[in-house]
């Protein structure tokens, strides 16, 4: 009867065990993919839902700020206002915002609190279960400047506007 417990316990250890490493191989491989789909602005776009059909892409060799962001955080509110109120920003970039929440709360929060009207940007939606497997490992507010189809440059965090204007004139 003891050996009957003893070999249930072995069995049960190397079977979480062996479950354990099967879910770090496979996130580090969702990472991966996510790292790699960054690296091109147009494979990047290519996995999102595009929530706004009526406002085309206009290019990919724009140079493009893409602002990975969710409505409820402070970091991520205050850094799509600082963009906002930042007309060089504006002018020198596309502004691609994604969000993996719902549209209708992400167009109530930038109709409510930000003049969107004016900026011309172009919304995509990202599953919630694939935001690793697109983006890889992400923080919010999280953003990536993309010029000629290639990242420039990725910021995590809220960042300031003269920081994102250097990256560009580089």
Request: net charge positive; with cysteine.
């Amino acid at each position: 009867m003891r050996k009957i417990y003893l070999y249930s316990l072995v069995v049960t250890v190397v079977t979480a065990t062996i479950y354990m490493i099967f879910q770090s191989v496979f996130k580090l491989n969702l990472q991966s993919q996510g790292n790699q789909n960054t690296k091109t602005l147009s494979v990047l776009i290519g996995q999102l839902k595009d929530m706004d059909k009526s406002q085309p892409l206009n290019s990919y060799l724009k140079p493009s700020l893409l602002v990975y962001f969710n409505s409820e955080c402070d970091y991520c509110q205050r850094q799509i206002k600082l963009i906002n109120d930042s007309p060089e920003i504006l002018q020198q970039f596309q502004l691609i915002l994604v969000s993996y929440q719902d549209i209708a709360e992400v167009k109530n929060y930038l109709t409510k609190h930000l003049a969107v009207a004016k900026t011309g940007y172009k919304f995509y939606q990202v599953e919630p279960d694939k935001v690793l497997a697109t983006f890889g490992k992400t923080s919010l507010p999280q953003l990536y400047i993309y010029e000629n189809n290639l990242l420039k440059s990725t910021y995590k965090g809220f960042t300031k506007a003269h920081i994102i204007l250097k990256t560009a004139s580089l």
